[in-house]
């Protein structure tokens, strides 16, 4: 079993969709969560960051942190086909390395 | 936020050629840059840490003597793919900390992409 696990999709859907991208993990060490958005053949960017449980919100943009589920999510409201881009969820323990564990990425669709 | 760039962009080689793939932060010094492969829909790998003055650190599985990493100064790290193989083609994405900023983030590059004939 991977540690951590993220559906690659493609999710396609509608412009002015709810978006939901999720990951799970194993690793209960875990207590920074972080989102990237990597658009086609360019680096990844950073969307959202969380510490621990908990819910943040930037925008159309929010994160939820479920530990006791090992359950992370990232929602995306009022889609636009400019968020069409793959969505990696990446995760680290406290102290220790800087290198986060990246999940695979879901490849996200939003059409006209 | 702070600027990574990479340079190439993409390149496209012979097989057995050697490439070399520079790493720059632009506004600020990173000690510590990080070294990514990707392959097609799949995650990030971390290939190796590259520290400023000193040999980098590898990931396990990971060829210290086909990918020669360099960080001669707190700007520039360069990976070099020795005696590319087809097997090798894919997308190398650095990524550097701002140790001045107080935060875990990393700073990703464009990314590289070699294709190796």
């Known amino acids: 079993q991977k540690e951590v696990e993220q559906d690659p999709g493609p999710l396609s859907v509608p412009e002015g969709a709810i978006v939901s991208l999720n990951c799970t993990y194993s690793n209960s060490a875990f207590q920074y969560f972080m989102w990237y958005r990597q658009y086609s053949r360019k680096g990844p960017e950073l969307l959202m960051y969380t510490y621990s449980s908990g819910n943040k919100e930037d925008g159309r943009f929010t994160a939820q942190v479920d530990k006791s589920s090992k359950y992370i999510s990232l929602f995306i409201r009022d889609s636009q086909p400019s968020d069409s881009a793959t969505y990696l969820c990446a995760m680290k323990a406290s102290g220790g390395s800087y290198i986060p564990t990246f999940g695979r990425g879901t490849s996200l669709i939003v059409h006209p | 936020g702070a600027v990574v760039s990479q340079h190439p962009s993409r390149v496209i080689c012979k097989s057995g050629t050697s490439v070399k793939i520079e790493c720059r932060s632009l506004?600020?010094?990173?000690?510590?840059m990080f070294w990514y492969r990707q392959f097609p829909k799949q995650s990030l790998m971390l290939m190796a840490t590259?520290?400023?003055?000193?040999?980098?650190?590898?990931e396990q599985g990971v060829e210290k003597d086909k990918f020669l990493i360099n960080h001669a100064s707190l700007t520039l790290s360069t990976l070099t793919v020795t005696s590319a193989h087809p097997e090798d083609s894919s997308f190398y994405i650095c990524?550097?900390?701002?140790?001045?900023?107080?935060?875990?983030?990393?700073?990703f590059g464009p990314g590289t992409r070699l294709t190796v004939l």
């Open positions: 990524s550097a900390r701002d140790p001045a900023s107080g935060s875990n983030e990393q700073f």
């Open positions: 506004d600020f010094q990173a000690t510590t």
């Open positions: 590259s520290n400023e003055g000193s040999k980098a650190t590898y």
